[in-house]
């Protein structure tokens, strides 16, 4: 990767491109009316973007097309791992959480890690629609974008799928779990 921005090397974006291809085609149901060379054609506009989709990837995120906003004309990717992404554990909620905390720190947070990354943690709203597309966090739990009133309390929440529904729950936001990780989305 080159260094100095965050631009992919041609031979990375084009394993990338065709890693992202593939898994579009063999999953038409997260995305029926979009067609991959819209969605290449948007994505060669915006090397920035590939980048994110590729931290997407490297950490297990299994990003793909979920929709695409009518009004900006922009594809949604979320990450579609059938479990919260390996790479992506251990993490407490934010870095006011990870500074609150007296020992045991994990080495990051869900929040610091999506901003490094280039992506938005889903919100409640979005994991509900990510879960109409399949089951995931089955064994996994998955932080989401916690309302600024729960917050101020201490607490964040975070999601999963037992016994046939989705759950969301809270927990401290200081706390953080080797089954807990989190889904980003990005808009291209």
């Known amino acids: 990767m080159n260094s100095h ?7 990375q974006r084009e394993e990338l491109l065709n890693v992202l291809k593939t898994r579009f085609e063999k999953n038409r ?11 290449e ?32 004309g922009e594809y ?12 992506r554990r251990s993490l407490c909620y934010d870095r006011e959480a990870w500074e609150a905390r007296k020992q ?6 869900a929040l610091d890690m999506a901003a490094e990354m280039g992506i938005e943690i889903l919100t409640e709203e ?25 917050r101020a309390l201490g607490g964040a929440i975070f999601g999963d799928f037992r016994f046939g529904r989705v759950f969301i729950y809270h927990n401290g ?13 990005l808009r291209v």
């Open 76 to 87: 949604i990717f979320f990450d579609c791992s059938a479990e919260s992404p390996k790479g």
């Open 173 to 185: 936001a200081d706390s953080y779990y080797g089954a807990r990780g989190f889904r980003g989305s």
């Open 41 to 72: 054609a948007k994505l060669a506009s915006h090397p920035e973007k590939l980048w994110a989709l590729d931290e997407m990837e490297t950490t297990g995120g299994e990003p793909d097309v979920v929709g695409r906003d009518e009004k900006t």
């Open 29 to 39: 149901n997260r995305h029926k009316d979009i067609q991959w060379a819209d969605v």
């Open 104 to 109: 045991h720190k994990p080495q990051n947070t």
């Open 126 to 150: 979005q994991y509900r629609a990510l879960q109409q597309l399949g089951k995931f966090d089955t064994k996994t739990s998955s932080w989401v974008k916690t309302p600024a009133d729960i």
């Open 5 to 11: 921005k965050k631009e992919l090397l041609p031979e």
